[in-house]
C-alpha cells in the first residue's frame, strides 16, 4: 500500500530503531547539528520514519505572504523582500505555519534545487526575478533526500553548503541572488549501491546505521504493526494521536530549555577528551558533540549537559568520522565512550 501524507505509518509507532529515531529528534530540536545520514539495508523503515515526521513537528512563526516563510524572531536572517517591506514602513505580520517534510527528487538539477534568476527580465526591466527552488521550500523545514549517495557530489556539496551557512546564494551571468535556506538536511542511503565521499560524510553533524532486526520477537511485532496499519490507516493513525501530539511537545519543552543549557568547562572536558580518544581530527567533532549532548539533555528534560547525554550522541557524532583500515568492517568501539568518560 502507498502511504500518503494523512495515512503515514506513526514515527511512534516504529519498532526499536532508537538511535535513528534520536538522531531525527535531536536535529528538530537544535538544527545548528548539522543534519543527519541514515544507512541501512532496505526495509529498515528509514524511509518511514523521516516522512512520518510530519506528524509530529511543531510549528514556527513565519512572515505573513513572505515566499520563504522567514522567521521574524531574527530580523538579521529576514530576505530582502521582508526587510524592504520594514525599510518601507510596513509592519510585517506573523502567521503560525507548520514544519514540512520536503523531498528532494533524486534527478533535481541545480536550477530546480536553488532556483533560477531570469536574465532576460532582469535585462529588460533592470530589476531582479527570481523563480524559487527546493531549498526556498526547504527554509525552515526538514530536506529529505532519499538515496543520497546516488546524487551527483555537486548537488550534495550545495545542499551542505547552504545547510552550513542558511543562506542559498545564486549568481548567473554575473547577476546574484540570496535568500535565507535553514533547514535540517536528512540524507537515507543503502550502503550496497555506493557511499559517500569520506569529505561529505564528515558534514553531516550525525550519522546512524540501522540494521533488520535479529529477534523473532521483535520482527513478529514488526509485521504486526504493519499489517494492522494496513488493514486501516485512518484508524491507526487516529489511535496514535495523543501520543504524536505528546511528542510535539517535548520538542517544544526541548527547544525552549536547549537554549538555556550551558556548555560548561565540565561538558566541553567531555566532547574533547572523547574527541582525542578517537583521533578525530579539527573542531567540528567537538562542535557537535557539544550540541548534541544538549539537545539531548534537553530532550530528557535536564538543565545541564550530563555523561549520559555524551554517551547518548558519541555513536552518532564520531562513527562516521573515524577513520578505518581498508576492509575493516567492526562497527563503533562505544565501550571506549564509557571508559573515556568513567575517569572523569
Known amino acids: 500500500m502507498e ?21 531525527l529528534l535531536l536535529n528538530v530540536i537544535d538544527p545548528t547539528i548539522g543534519g543527519v545520514l541514515i544507512k541501512g539495508e532496505k526495509g529498515t523503515a528509514k524511509s518511514t520514519a523521516v516522512r512520518s515526521m510530519e506528524q509530529f513537528l511543531p510549528s514556527r512563526p513565519a512572515v505573513k505572504g513572505c515566499a520563504y516563510r522567514c522567521d521574524p524572531r531574527f530580523p538579521k ?28 527528487p533524486l534527478n533535481a538539477t541545480e536550477d530546480r534545487v536553488s532556483g533560477t534568476l531570469d536574465i532576460e527580465y532582469i535585462l529588460k526591466t533592470g530589476k531582479k526575478k527570481f523563480e524559487p527552488g527546493i531549498l526556498a521550500s526547504a527554509n525552515g523545514n526538514i530536506l529529505y533526500v532519499d538515496e543520497i549517495n546516488l546524487l551527483d557530489d555537486h548537488i550534495i556539496d550545495l545542499l551542505l553548503d547552504s545547510a552550513a551557512m542558511g543562506v542559498n546564494y545564486v549568481e548567473r551571468e554575473g547577476v546574484s541572488f540570496s535568500h ?54 485512518e ?14 511537545r517535548k520538542i517544544e519543552d526541548a527547544r525552549k530549555l536547549v537554549k538555556k543549557i550551558p556548555a560548561d568547562d565540565d561538558a566541553v572536558r567531555m566532547a574533547a577528551k572523547i574527541s582525542m580518544n578517537y583521533n578525530m581530527e579539527g573542531h567540528r567533532a567537538d562542535i557537535t558533540l557539544i550540541r548534541a549532548a544538549r539537545a539531548n539533555a534537553a530532550l530528557e528534560g535536564r538543565d545541564k549537559i550530563a555523561k549520559e547525554d555524551m554517551e547518548a550522541v558519541a555513536a552518532l557524532v564520531l562513527a562516521h568520522r573515524v577513520k578505518k583500515r581498508a576492509f575493516d568492517k567492526s562497527g563503533f568501539d562505544e565501550a571506549g565512550v564509557r571508559k573515556c568518560l568513567a575517569s572523569m
Open 235 to 248: 484508524a491507526y493513525v487516529a489511535a496514535e494521536k495523543d501520543e504524536l501530539e505528546k511528542l510535539t
Open 77 to 104: 536572517r529576514l530576505c530582502a523582500d521582508c526587510k524592504a517591506r520594514i525599510a518601507a514602513g510596513e509592519k510585517l505580520e506573523t502567521v503560525n505555519v507548520p514544519m514540512k517534510v520536503v523531498e528532494l
Open 180 to 233: 535565507p535556506a535553514r533547514f535540517v538536511l536528512v540524507g537515507t542511503m543503502n550502503p550496497e549501491e555506493g557511499n559517500l565521499r569520506p569529505q561529505l560524510l564528515d558534514r553531516f553533524g550525525l550519522s546512524v546505521e540501522v540494521e533488520a532486526e535479529d529477534s523473532i520477537e521483535t520482527r513478529m511485532e514488526v509485521i504486526k504493526r504493519r499489517i494492522a496499519f494496513d488493514a486501516d490507516p
Open 3 to 23: 502511504e500518503t501524507e494523512a495515512t503515514l505509518f506513526p514515527f511512534t509507532k516504529i519498532v526499536k530503531q532508537e538511535k535513528m529515531k534520536r538522531a
